[in-house]
């Protein structure tokens, strides 16, 4: 008889888990994975796929705008909610089916249940309380939506959990927070024709990208009509019927049939078992600790994605998945390489951005030359809309080579994508030079900056 019932069990049948069930399994191993709500996880079920389509949907509003310029009549568009959402709904439970199906077909074993580690070599199914073995155990129970401190009326307040499945499009919505969540959401029901409010605590929307970023969307959001009040936080929501009062730390109150927060998410840690296995939390950011390999403070446990909190991305824990099947059973230790992911907000217009900012390159390289441009994308050259394209590139002065590339703008994700190869292939600026600009495109101007616009020199007492 078999030492364990199952090689492996995965918690969690998300982006990560997925990969890693198919890919063990495909190394033969007896692969087991649970999940508890849905099979797909956050990014398939309520992230980045139903978002996407939400922002494509959203969209088409600037597109019956732009139209008028290049000679069409567009008769007033109507929009219907429920539509888009049964819609969506169809395309997720496809996917969802896709999901299943695969990794039925890849030999690894899918139970419907919450799963909770009882040791270091044992999992509990809640719905019908069975042990399983195994020996290892991988967890991948992604993150959720954290509402922050408590504050009076916070049981009125959704997440983007919610938001996926309003039953109508509210005529006003406050949004709280300033990350790529709450600014793709303040695009999305601005774009469908609600009136949009963006709350932040902090000075400046998009903490952590480059600042010219930060600036430029702002700047643009505001241009469409999206209010954002920086520098305050919610402190109160009042219900009255169908609608409540938002009222904010600067004294003030805003109306809205909808209010929600998208502050940001939390690991999913709480109550699987970890501390009776004793699996360490790592203190910085309150997901599992782990190694390069993913292996956990317990040398049978093993976590990926947004449950160690590191890089919260799909393709990150697609990526921390299948290096970790490769490396427990396929016989090759591999390592993700977290440097120089390429990262994209759906926000309108959208960023896309790959490297360091100005700012991380300035601390961390003593010359940095800046190439940057804002233009009037041709298309807005003919429709008349009040639109820039700001795009920048971060280079060591030193070496020449391409430290970041940002980029806000229609189709900046898609341009990112593969500028992110090159710049993680380390390329010089000189070879973006050398490269022949493919016109008429927004894209050229990575390769026709030829002046730097700074040039940043770090003193050597400095
Ligand atoms: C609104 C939104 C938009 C996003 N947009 C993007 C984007 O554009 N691009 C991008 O790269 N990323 C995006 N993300 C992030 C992305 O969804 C996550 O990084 C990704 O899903 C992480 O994958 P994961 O496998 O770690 O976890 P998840 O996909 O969250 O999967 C975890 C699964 O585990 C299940 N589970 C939890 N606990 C248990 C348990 N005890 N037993 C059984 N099952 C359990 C959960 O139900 C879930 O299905 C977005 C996220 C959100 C919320």
Redesign the pocket.
């Known amino acids: 008889m078999a030492e364990f019932d199952v090689d492996l069990f995965v918690?969690?049948?998300?982006?990560?888990?997925v990969r890693a069930a198919r890919i063990a399994a495909g190394h033969g191993a007896r692969a087991m994975i649970?999940?508890?709500?849905?099979m797909g996880?956050?990014?398939v079920i309520?992230?980045?796929v139903p978002?996407?389509l939400f922002v494509i949907g959203s969209h088409f509003r600037q597109e019956f705008e732009d139209a008028a310029g290049f000679g069409w009549t567009v008769p007033s568009a109507g929009f219907d909610w429920p539509t888009l959402i049964a819609n969506k709904d169809k395309e997720i439970a496809r996917l969802e089916a896709a999901y299943t199906t695969n990794v039925e077909k890849s030999g690894a074993q899918i139970v419907k249940s919450?799963?909770?580690i009882e040791d270091k070599h044992t999992v509990r199914l809640l719905e019908n309380d069975k042990k399983i073995t195994a020996r290892y155990i991988l967890i991948?129970?992604?993150?959720a939506p954290n509402h922050g401190a408590s504050i009076p009326g916070i049981e009125h307040v959704i997440s983007?959990n919610e938001a996926f499945h309003l039953k109508e499009l509210p005529k006003r919505i406050v949004i709280q927070g300033g990350g790529y969540?709450a600014l793709e959401f303040a695009g999305i029901f601005a774009g469908f024709g609600s009136d949009v409010t963006v709350i932040y605590r902090g000075d400046n929307i998009l903490r952590g990208f480059d600042e010219d970023v930060r600036t430029h969307v702002r700047t643009e959001m505001e241009k469409q009509g999206i209010t954002i009040l920086t520098g305050c936080t919610v402190t109160r929501v009042d219900r009255h019927g169908e609608s409540f009062t938002t009222h904010l730390s600067n004294g003030s109150s805003i109306g809205s049939e909808q209010v929600m927060f998208a502050i940001g998410?939390h690991p999913?840690v709480a109550n699987?078992g970890l501390e009776k296995a004793g699996v360490a939390i790592n203190p910085n950011n309150g997901g599992i600790a782990v190694d390069h390999f993913s292996r956990s403070s317990v040398d049978s446990i093993y976590a990926?994605?947004?449950?160690t909190h590191r890089f919260?991305?799909?393709?990150v824990?697609i990526r921390e998945g299948h290096a970790f099947a490769d490396t427990v059973f396929g016989k090759r230790e591999v390592r993700v390489d977290h440097a120089n992911i390429p990262t994209?907000v759906?926000s309108q217009p959208e960023v896309g951005t790959v490297g360091l900012t100005e700012t991380e390159a300035r601390a961390q390289f003593s010359r940095v030359d800046i190439y940057k441009t804002t233009f009037r994308p041709i298309k807005a050259t003919m429709s008349g809309r009040d639109t820039r394209v700001l795009m920048k590139l971060v280079v060591d002065g030193t070496t020449d080579r391409v430290l970041g590339c940002h980029m806000v703008g229609d189709a900046a994700a898609e341009i990112t994508q593969a500028v992110a190869i090159a710049v993680k292939m380390k390329a010089t600026k000189a070879d973006f030079d050398a490269t022949i600009a493919l016109h008429p495109t927004a894209a050229e101007e990575l390769v026709t900056m030829r002046t730097p616009t700074a040039r940043h020199v770090r003193q050597a007492a400095e």
């Open positions: 918690i969690g049948g998300g982006s990560g888990g649970a999940e508890e709500y849905r996880g956050t990014c309520r992230g980045c978002k996407k919450r799963a909770v991948a129970t992604g993150g983007s969540i998410r999913n699987l990926i994605g947004d449950v919260n991305l799909t393709p824990a994209a759906f």
